[in-house]
């Protein structure tokens, strides 16, 4: 089994509203990582947990807040957002170390309004 | 970060070969070749890997130059379902995979 899920597929919200994200991985995978995708441009790295500690962040504002309660999960959580930040937020999961297989579940598509 | 150059955009025709070239000219010493690919509204898929020998699997094989300064992704027969951006990606597996602009496949059937 190679499955990431994520939930929800779609989601809408206001730049007031407080939403959450969350990616769900059950390949014993210690590395698990947010990408954010905007239209027809490759994914960009936001953040990276190794072992349930965040590793990397890459200089995302704080109105994002990721969390990884467990190894098989992790959620970004999402307050007071801008237009811009409408986007497909792709979750991935890997083994760790060489060579550094990822895999990726579907993506939310998340609208900002 | 290994820098990568692929071509935009190519077209196939259904049930011919397709070549996918990616010149990755810094690559390190320790870098794999990775390939994924991004069918339209789903997120990346793994399609391949190779360090220095050819590589094939079920969906593609892998071409590595000798020096290892470029690869190309071959699809033996392509089919309208191979239509994606795919992407070719150094990496070392100790960090995470930066993604570039890709290419852009058509199948024309």
């Known amino acids: 089994d190679t499955e990431v899920t994520q939930t929800p597929k779609h989601l809408v919200m206001g730049m007031t509203n407080k939403k959450s994200l969350k990616c769900e991985q059950h390949?014993?995978?210690?590395?698990m990582y947010w990408y954010k995708q905007k239209a027809k441009k490759p994914p960009e790295l936001m953040f990276v947990y190794s072992y349930e500690k965040l590793s990397i962040n890459e200089s995302v504002p704080s109105r994002f807040s990721p969390e990884c309660p467990n190894s098989s999960l992790l959620n970004l959580h999402l307050h007071a957002l801008q237009p811009e930040d409408s986007a497909l937020y792709l979750c991935a999961s890997s083994q760790g170390g060489v060579p550094g297989t990822q895999y990726f579940g579907p993506g939310t598509r998340l609208t900002v309004l | 970060d290994a820098k990568t150059t692929q071509p935009n955009s190519m077209e196939s025709n259904e049930e011919e070969p397709v070549h996918l070239p990616c010149n990755h000219s810094t690559i390190s010493g320790t870098d794999y070749i990775h390939w994924y690919r991004q069918l339209p509204s789903q997120g990346p898929e793994y399609v391949i890997h190779g360090l220095t020998s050819n590589v094939n699997n079920r969906m593609a094989s892998l071409a590595i130059a000798e020096d290892r300064k470029s690869s190309t992704l071959i699809l033996h027969r392509a089919t309208l379902r191979d239509a994606a951006v795919y992407y070719c990606?150094?990496?070392?597996?100790?960090?995470?995979?930066?993604f570039g602009k890709g290419t852009r496949l058509s199948v024309i059937a």
């Open positions: 390949m014993g995978h210690r590395a």
């Open positions: 990606i150094p990496s070392s597996g100790n960090t995470p995979l930066v």
